[in-house]
Structures are given as C-alpha cells and as structure tokens.
C-alpha cells in the first residue's frame, strides 16, 4: 500500500513538473499558436481539468530584439493567445491571469538565433489551488 501511494506522489509529481516546465514558443514576432504550442496547451489543459482548484498566470516573453513597449505589447499578445486556447480547450478565464514581461525575464542570455528562440515564449505558472 505505501509503495502505491508513493507511485501515485510521484506520477503527480512528474506531471506538475511538465505542466510548469514546458512552454508554448512562438516564431519571430508572431504571437499565433503554433502546432507544437497547441500540443503543449492541450497537454496544460488536461492537467487543470484534472486539477480543478489550481489557477495559473500566463506570462508572455519577447526575445531581446525590439522596443521595451512594443515587446510588452507582443508579450502580452502571446500571454492572451495562450489563455484564449486554454478558455477554448474548457479552462475557465476566471482561472487564468495573464501579463508579459517583455524581454525582461529572458531563459537564455546570448545573443543568438538560438537563444532569442527559447526566450520568445509564454510561460505558465501555477499561483493557487495546491
């Protein structure tokens, strides 16, 4: 019995790790869902209807390119397109906030096509519910 529990600790556990770790990239200032993205946000909405009590912001990034404002104003772009799926896929607004960051809080630091790719993203963090 306490080896089942501990099994069913650590399923729950390795998935709220992926639904924290993984993100929805976008293209070069693009803020539409690409396929790839809409994997991730069905796999994010499965989670919250198996966790109905959690709620979540999503943060929409911006690589470094482009002017602070109009990278606040693409971030938050992505962070609507982002909870607008999830809303379309049976996740209530009322669980969702949404705000950017621009380029200000960037995954990698160089200034590479690479780089610049991982930062452009929308993040999704649990802030309730657990």
Request: proline letters at 2%; glycine letters at 4%.
């Given at each position: 019995k306490?080896?089942?529990?501990?099994?069913?600790?650590?399923?729950?556990?390795a998935a709220r790790s992926l639904f924290i770790h993984?993100?929805?990239?976008?293209?070069?200032?693009?803020y539409d869902i690409t396929g790839s993205g809409m994997i991730v946000l069905k796999s994010k909405a499965e989670y919250m209807k198996s966790?109905?009590?959690?709620?979540?912001?999503?943060?929409?990034h911006c690589d470094e390119r482009g002017s602070t404002d109009y990278n606040l104003a693409l971030g938050d772009r992505r962070a609507f397109a982002a909870?607008?799926?999830l809303e379309s896929l049976g996740i209530s607004r009322?669980?969702?906030?949404?705000?950017?960051y621009g380029e200000e809080r960037p995954l990698e630091q160089?200034?590479?096509?690479d780089a610049w790719a991982m930062n452009r993203r929308a993040q999704i963090v649990i802030t309730g519910g657990e």
């Open positions: 306490l080896i089942k529990e501990q099994q069913l600790k650590d399923a729950a556990f993984q993100y929805v990239y976008f293209d070069f200032d693009k966790n109905p009590g959690i709620t979540i912001e999503i943060q929409g909870a607008k799926q009322s669980r969702m906030e949404t705000i950017s160089d200034h590479t096509e």
